[in-house]
């Protein structure tokens, strides 16, 4: 059994998810693989884990829908919304610079690379602390849990 304040296992509503490329899909599915292998999430009301986390999105709100790790029918703890209003922005520039990212491994010069790479990494992290914020009350978890949830957030499809 896996220790408490940490997810267990993750999913995604598949029929939300973006198919935007091999690329994209890869980061997704290795976001969630390291996801599960560390992390450190935990519900502020004490509701200790290890959880099963579930993102979707459900009337313009991303949802987390929080259970206990027990099976698939685990006790449901927690469903927090978050407006998706908050994250479009930063959503939109960094699949903009993520595609920019791929462009340019295949044609720019190192340099270049790492520069758009920068940006793209900056991006991330603005993402991951817009999420930590917005859970802040609800949630305690470490920036590469945040890092990482919001990889896989991005993977649903925001309309952005």
Same mark, same amino acid.
């Given at each position: 059994?896996?220790?408490? #304040?940490?997810?267990?296992?993750?999913?995604?509503?598949?029929?939300?998810?973006?198919?935007?490329?091999? +690329?994209?899909?890869?980061?997704?599915?290795?976001?969630?693989?390291?996801?599960?292998?560390?992390? $450190?999430?935990?519900?502020?009301?004490?509701?200790?884990?290890?959880?099963?986390?579930?993102?979707?999105?459900?009337?313009?709100?991303?949802?987390?829908?929080?259970?206990?790790?027990? #099976?698939?029918?685990?006790?449901?703890?927690?469903?927090? #919304?978050?407006?998706?209003g908050t994250f479009r922005r930063?959503?939109?520039?960094?699949? *903009?610079? =993520?595609?920019?990212?791929?462009?340019?491994?295949?044609?720019?010069?190192?340099?270049? %690379?790492?520069? %758009?790479?920068? #940006? $793209?990494?900056?991006?991330?992290?603005?993402?991951?602390?817009?999420?930590? +914020?917005?859970?802040?009350?609800?949630? +305690?978890?470490?920036?590469?849990?945040?890092?990482?949830?919001? *990889?896989?957030? =991005?993977?649903?499809?925001?309309?952005?």
């Amino acid at each position: 059994m896996p220790p408490p #304040g940490r997810i267990a296992r993750i999913s995604l509503d598949e029929a939300s998810i973006v198919r935007r490329g091999p +690329e994209v899909d890869h980061e997704r599915a290795v976001a969630a693989y390291d996801l599960i292998e560390s992390n $450190r999430f935990a519900l502020i009301d004490g509701q200790t884990g290890p959880y099963h986390v579930r993102i979707f999105v459900e009337e313009n709100r991303l949802m987390l829908e929080i259970r206990s790790h027990e #099976g698939d029918d685990g006790e449901p703890l927690r469903l927090i #919304g978050l407006s998706l209003g908050t994250f479009r922005r930063v959503i939109k520039d960094y699949f *903009t610079v =993520c595609d920019s990212y791929y462009a340019a491994i295949r044609q720019a010069s190192p340099s270049q %690379i790492e520069a %758009i790479d920068m #940006g $793209r990494r900056s991006l991330h992290n603005e993402g991951s602390e817009l999420l930590t +914020e917005r859970l802040a009350g609800k949630v +305690e978890l470490d920036l590469d849990t945040a890092r990482r949830l919001f *990889t896989l957030i =991005c993977a649903l499809h925001l309309r952005v």
